[in-house]
């Protein structure tokens, strides 16, 4: 039998079928069982061989040409024939490769933190879910601040995770990176449990948490304590921005003030069904008030105050509005796009007006809550209602009062107080002295 040529890329390229020819095949005289077949519209390497177990040859397909070049085809067909040779099925082979790499893809840190931040909503705390969800992506999803995502997450080292918080501290942010350290430890802390460990590769005990003995103080991480409120021109300042400001931003800055410093998720949330305009009463449901396990649901009083910018974005909605108070979409889902860096220089603008001259410190909504505390304490309110109003952790005991009754009158004190400190007939909060700036 007349030995086959080697193929060679120039004679490939120049193959032709004869007239009348579908396909025709041409062995490689180089490498066994390696056949190049040329059809219509392609030319196709395979291997031309019986594979353990099988009676009849059997075409295992390599590459197209030029796509995959004649080098390659014979690497592979070396690789294949060896595999025959020790009885293994390159088809089954190649399978169980795919399934080897599905299975690392899945063990990376990527890959784990993923499935990580998906299951975020199931935890049992999950008011923070979404936030949360943003910041591990941010921090720890972006391959420019991340340089081990892709890495196998039993492989990720504590000096690596280290590093990366280092770098969110120095952009100058060490809140962040007290933040991000705190949710990596989560995560891995969840990695590890006992359903999961070994989904992810790693090895079911200390050592497949890389962060598990990091705590803040090694880091010099600390929770900074903020002590900014508004004094009363600011507060004035404040005021005047948020009456100029249309619907929802302008009303929604007035009511979380007359709410009693409401959190901004608690009031970005709210609903008319949540709403008794005859008791003068919202309820806030355990699922959107930070200490929900312990408060249970929140009962707000409303003053007449808060009625009224209530009653005026009623009327200000059109028939077949949604449930939603704050929103844009008729009602339907919550408004959550309040740009707090507009209002803020709103705010510094009318400051400017009033105080021309001086310069006001930036603030945030968070800080209103101060401000209402703090007018409470001023106006004599016992610190109990003062932090009910505020929604603050319950102490344990066994009261499980609602307080709304003296809430109620805290709030008309502090409402009415509060009007006169918005027109300028007091000077502050001071229940004893009305024209003190305290």
């Not at 690497?75 to 399934?99: F, H, S, T, Y």
């Not at 601040?145 to 995770?161: C, F, P, Q, S, Y």
């Not at 991000?180 to 992810?200: Q, S, T, V």
């Not at 929140?298 to 974005?313: R, S």
């Amino acid at each position: 039998m007349t030995r086959a040529r080697a193929l060679d890329t120039k004679r490939i390229e120049n193959m032709r079928l004869e007239k009348g020819e579908t396909r025709h095949e041409w062995r490689d005289g180089k490498t066994p069982n390696l056949v190049l077949r040329v059809g219509r519209r392609d030319k196709v390497f395979i291997l031309l061989v019986r594979c353990p177990g099988e009676r009849d040859p059997t075409r295992l397909k390599i590459g197209t040409f030029p796509k995959t070049t004649l080098e390659r085809a014979r690497e592979v067909a070396a690789e294949w024939n060896a595999m025959i040779d020790r009885g293994l099925d390159p088809r089954q082979e190649a399978k169980r490769c795919e399934r080897e790499a599905a299975v690392d893809e899945r063990r990376t840190f990527r890959s784990a933190l993923t499935d990580y931040i998906v299951w975020l909503p199931n935890k049992t705390r999950n008011r923070h879910a979404k936030k949360d969800a943003v910041a591990l992506g941010t921090e720890f999803l972006d391959p420019n601040r991340n340089g081990w995502i892709d890495k196998a997450l039993a492989d990720v080292t504590k000096a690596e995770v280290g590093v990366l918080i280092e770098n969110i501290r120095g952009r100058g942010v060490p809140g962040r990176a007290l933040e991000a350290l705190e949710l990596i430890k989560g995560f891995f802390a969840w990695a590890n449990g006992a359903a999961r460990y070994e989904g992810y590769g790693l090895p079911g005990n200390v050592t497949g948490n890389p962060v598990a003995d990091i705590t803040p103080a090694s880091m010099e991480l600390a929770r900074g304590i903020r002590t900014r409120t508004l004094d009363v021109a600011e507060l004035r300042a404040y005021w005047s921005a948020s009456t100029a400001m249309a619907y929802p931003d302008g009303p929604f800055y007035r009511l979380v003030v007359l709410t009693g410093g409401r959190r901004r998720a608690e009031l970005e949330g709210i609903r008319w069904s949540e709403i008794d305009i005859g008791d003068k009463l919202w309820t806030i449901p355990k699922e959107r008030v930070k200490h929900g396990n312990e408060l249970l649901d929140l009962y707000v009083v409303l003053t007449d105050e808060a009625i009224a910018l209530l009653e005026e974005l009623r009327r200000g909605q059109p028939e077949g509005w949604g449930d939603c108070i704050f929103s844009v979409t008729n009602g339907e889902t919550p408004y959550t796009g309040y740009d707090l860096d507009e209002f803020r220089a709103r705010v510094v603008e009318e400051f400017g007006k009033l105080v021309p001259g001086s310069t006001m410190d930036s603030f945030w909504l968070h800080d209103m809550r101060r401000v209402v505390q703090t007018a409470l304490s001023k106006l004599g309110v016992p610190d109990v209602i003062a932090d009910y109003i505020n929604g603050h952790r319950k102490r344990r005991d066994y009261n499980q009062d609602r307080f709304i009754a003296p809430c109620r009158e805290a709030m008309r004190q502090f409402t009415d107080r509060l009007m006169l400190v918005l027109d300028g007939s007091a000077a502050g909060f001071r229940a004893a002295d009305p024209n003190s700036k305290e």
